[in-house]
Structure formats: structure tokens, C-alpha cells
């Protein structure tokens, strides 16, 4: 048999309340959702005090290539270019 730790915790009734609303509505069992809550804040808990100081990346810097100098008149090319 595994033995699986307990543990006791207070919440303010504002966050109770929303866990019982994600509870009913995400989740097949209380136990699952404490499981996988846990389990998603620890992981981004340790993602962010691992010492990567990179960061998320920045959306304007993921598309900066994709995108166009807007100062610049896209038709201003040689005519024939566009024939």
C-alpha cells in the first residue's frame, strides 16, 4: 500500500469558493483537483526560481520577423515587380 501524505489547509472563503466552483466544473474529484492544482503551481514555482532569468518571451519579439516596417510603403517597389 502507498502511503500518501495528508495535509491541512485554510483558505479565505473567497478562495474556497472558487476551488468548489473549479471542483464542480473541471474536475472529477476534490482530490484530483488538489493533485493537479498543486501540481501546476509547484511546477511554475520551480520554473520560476530555477535561476533562468530569460523569461517568458516577449510577443513583440516572437513576431518581429513576421512583421513589416510600417513606415514603408509596401507598393513603393518597381512597378513591374507587381505584374
Known amino acids: 500500500m502507498i502511503h500518501v501524505p495528508t495535509v491541512e489547509v485554510s ?45 517568458a518571451p516577449d510577443v513583440a519579439d516572437e513576431y518581429a520577423d513576421d512583421m513589416w516596417d510600417t513606415a514603408e510603403d509596401p507598393a513603393a517597389g518597381d512597378p513591374d515587380d507587381y505584374l
Open 11 to 55: 483558505l479565505p472563503q473567497d478562495v474556497h469558493a472558487q476551488f468548489e466552483r473549479l471542483v464542480d466544473e473541471e474536475f472529477v474529484t476534490e482530490e484530483e483537483a488538489v493533485e493537479e492544482l498543486l501540481s501546476a503551481g509547484l511546477d511554475a514555482y520551480t520554473r520560476d526560481v530555477s535561476g533562468d532569468d530569460r523569461g
